[in-house]
């Protein structure tokens, strides 16, 4: 947890004053004005929030909390507590227009909302609450035009995904500092832990609230808002749950999170709970020149297809009984987008609508919670906007933790079909994309998405006037620092009548692009990371797309940038940021020498080596293998063994080679990948360039000590492997039988293993396969394929979709030796259909 937001019970007692004991039984005449850095003033600890205005009205709410580390109570007695409130046309409180009061019941944890009628149409109000005689800070909010009004101009900001351990929400102090009229909420507001008590949820409404950012923010504009999952649990589907919790109910877990949810947001009287049911999509109008539909993908959805997750779509999820809303709540959005008169018609929800495949060969890989899971809903609703043309539809969206713009198609497999929507995805206030490479390895098959980051949190604005819409991907540097700055990544805009957006802006910060110096092409997947030429501080660290361009945001100053690709020599550049401006850097890169060496990496978002271990390169592929750095599945033999592992243009997707093993048993099961049969004490570099580079390790079978075990692998110029020869040496003095080989362990996306003769392997459970020829291998929705080739046939495989082994049965008498050679490849498939077709060549 950030230093900044960690709270103090302490601190929580001084801030209150003398006034907490007085909390613990009622409230004391006497007011509070001791102040903290960290929250409110007592009882108002968590402060203030508006939201779901009208052109009349407009919800007003607040907690009283003494202590927000007090679960149970937050520090109050069991008694009601009369709260007044006041509405004004002034922040000085000299015009109020409305006030009354309302009683805070234990019951409800002490919350109060207010519905506050009969105001003027579109015009900024402040409003502030009071307890005894302490006053809550003031807030700000406001109404909508009226209805059927020419407004001429509206500007609003959309955010989603807060994770508290993901930083202290320097995303939300920016947006506080905007102007704006309002904030859409898309979900994940808080994130769920194990527990799903109602206390539970309710103590971690609580904590989020105590980020004096997030409070700035409720203070300073109204929130409309709607959940995602993590409200209640990670991908829930109606009443299917998501996870294994603490084994309550889960709908009684839903009812805690929906609960604890209306009771800690500005929420009206319609959206109040009735156990694990909540009415939550609903429309707003901002004069004519919006509506919104904000949707509710969670409550009605059906369960995931295929057992959720990444993956090749299986027949039912073509199924078109199959929902992501509803069919009440889509029929509502469809009547409701038919008959609107609005300039822009805007649908406000959570995951991402656009396919993404994330497959580059002839397979679809495709997020199943998202819309891509759901595709006949989907299609519905985009064949309903084709047919009906309701004026201008956008898609705001969020779940992903990243920033895209994309082209909404009936048909997302024909590029040529026509675009209908428009689709702005914002990134996360604060909670990670580890996907993030995935995603990147993807976008050459999916042209529609216009633009993609994963590297920054943030959020976006929106400026809409009724002849374009104009969204600003806002981006903060680092989530972990409350005062890390600010920055538009891209500004895209989308004329009235014209669907599809298109880029306004050149941006700032750091932008690049990285060639072959000999043939000019661009390098995709190459890796650069910008650190701070003073101190040392790393920036960012992100990877080049398919045009071989980076992008990557830093304050004013000097930089170093560290570019990394697989196949070419490493090389180290400056560069000067200037506020306001955009810094080029092109930069050509010299194919890869044959070497052996320490002080480079593999890059990709599997990698695990330390700067220690050995890289053996060639300007083909790059492999790492451990000189020290240990992997917790492997403990204590990771060394001496593969780590990470690509093709030139392309990212390491591997978890590890287990290569070799030597076991006395026959591995079978689940973990029989875990084999801690070999432990090298020794790795060691035997040359480290020239036409051959090679690197040595030394060990003994872990079963059988006498048995040693010398693996040395090789590399040479322009061959897309590296030779691995493992000789067994049994120095003992009675034969030994062993069962040796390898394991092949893949943890990118799309993971799936080939053994010839079987074709591919996808099933959970591991099988034994009699090979038609001498080689295993595994491949992932990047278009790489992984693969052992031997040099002798005589062995039997045993795969499931995400690793795959060999078996040799070998008896070694005293004083002999046997030799495992075979050569570790690592290969662009080109899409084939068949992704292991050309190991048949090498």
Known sequence: MNQHSTLRRRGFLALAGGTLGALATGWSAEPSTAYADDVDAAPFTLGVASGDPDHRSVVLWTRLVADPLNAETGGMSAEPVQVSWEVARDDAFR??????????????????????????PDRWYWYRFKA??????????????????????????????????????????????????????????????????????RRLHALYKTSPHLRAAHARFPFFLTWDDHEV????????????????????????????????????????????????????????????????TRQYRSDQSCGDGRKVPCADTADPARTLTGPEQEQWLLAGLGRSKARWNIIAQQTIMAQFDYDLGPDKVV?????????????????????????????????????????????????????????????????????DADVRAGLAANPHVKFYNGTYRGYVICDVTPERWRSDLRIVLAASDPASPAYTIAAFEVRDGVPGARRIDEGDGLAGRLTDKATGKPLANVQVT???????????????????????????????????????????????????????????????????????????????????????????????????????????????????????GHLDQIDWLNLPYASLTQPRGGNAWQQLTVRADTMQIVSATGPEAAARATGVCTAAPEVQVV?????????????????????????????????????GAGQRSGVPG?????????????????????????????????????????????????????????????????????????????????????
């Open 711 to 747: 693996t040395t692998y090789s590399i040479r110029a322009g061959e897309s492997w590296i030779t691995a020869e493992s000789v067994f040496t049994n120095r003992g003095t009675a034969a030994r039988t062993l069962w040796i080989g390898d394991v092949i362990d893949h943890d």
């Open 530 to 648: 910008v650190t701070a030429a003073d101190t040392g501080l790393r920036i960012t660290n992100s990877t080049t797309d398919a045009t071989g361009e980076f992008l990557a945001f830093a304050p004013p100053g000097d930089y170093k940038i560290a570019v990394n690709g697989v196949g070419y020599e490493p090389v180290t550049v400056t560069a000067k940021v200037v506020q306001g401006r955009q810094t080029l850097v092109e930069q050509a890169l010299d194919r890869a020498a044959v070497s052996a060496a320490t002080g480079r990496s593999v890059p990709g978002p599997q990698s695990q080596a330390a700067l220690t271990d050995i890289v053996l390169a060639n300007d083909l592929l790059a492999l790492t293998v451990s000189a020290g750095t240990q992997d917790s599945q492997l403990p204590g033999v990771t060394v001496g063994k593969p780590m990470d592992l690509a093709a030139v």
């Open 95 to 120: 015009h109020v227009v409305q006030s009354g009061s309302v009683t805070a019941v234990p019951e409800s944890v002490h919350t109060v909302h207010v519905v506050v009628d009969d105001l003027a």
């Open 233 to 296: 649990q990670n991908n829930y589907a109606g009443d299917v749950q998501g996870g294994a919790g603490d084994g309550r109910p889960f709908l009684e877990r839903r009812a805690n999170g929906y609960q604890a949810y209306y009771e800690h947001l500005p929420m009206r009287p319609a959206q109040q709970p009735h156990g694990p049911d909540a009415l939550m999509y609903r429309r707003f109008d901002f004069g004519r020149l919006a509506e919104f539909s904000i949707l509710d």
């Open 758 to 842: 079987a074709g591919v392997v996808t099933a959970s459970a591991p099988a034994d396969f009699t090979p038609t020829a001498p080689w295993i291998g595994m491949t992932g929705s990047d278009g790489q394929t992984y693969a052992l080739l031997y040099d002798e046939p005589g062995f039997t495989a045993y795969a499931c979709g995400i690793w795959v082994m060999s078996q040799h049965q070998v008896t070694i008498q005293p004083g002999a030796a046997f030799t495992l050679r075979r050569r570790i490849v690592a290969v662009d498939n080109g899409g084939a259909a068949d992704p292991f077709a050309m190991l048949a060549g090498l």
């Open 132 to 201: 005894g005689d302490t006053y809550s800070r003031t807030g700000r909010t406001r109404t909508m035009p009226p209805p059927g009004a020419k407004s001429g101009h509206m500007r609003f900001a959309f955010v989603s995904c807060q994770s508290w351990a993901g930083g202290p929400y320097p995303a939300y102090r920016d947006l506080a500092e905007q102007d704006v009229d309002f904030v859409l909420h898309l979900g994940d507001y808080i994130y769920e832990t194990a527990g799903g008590s109602l206390t539970e949820f």
């Open 367 to 435: 997020n199943l919670d998202q819309w891509d899971g759901y595709p006949a809903a989907r299609s519905r609703i985009l064949d309903f906007i084709a047919d009906r043309g309701p004026s201008n539809p956008v898609v705001l969206s969020g779940d992903w933790h990243t920033h895209w713009v994309n082209d909404l198609k009936t048909d997302f497999d024909d590029p040529k079909s026509k675009t209908v929507a428009t689709e702005f995805v914002g990134t996360s206030i604060s909670s990670g994309a580890g996907w």
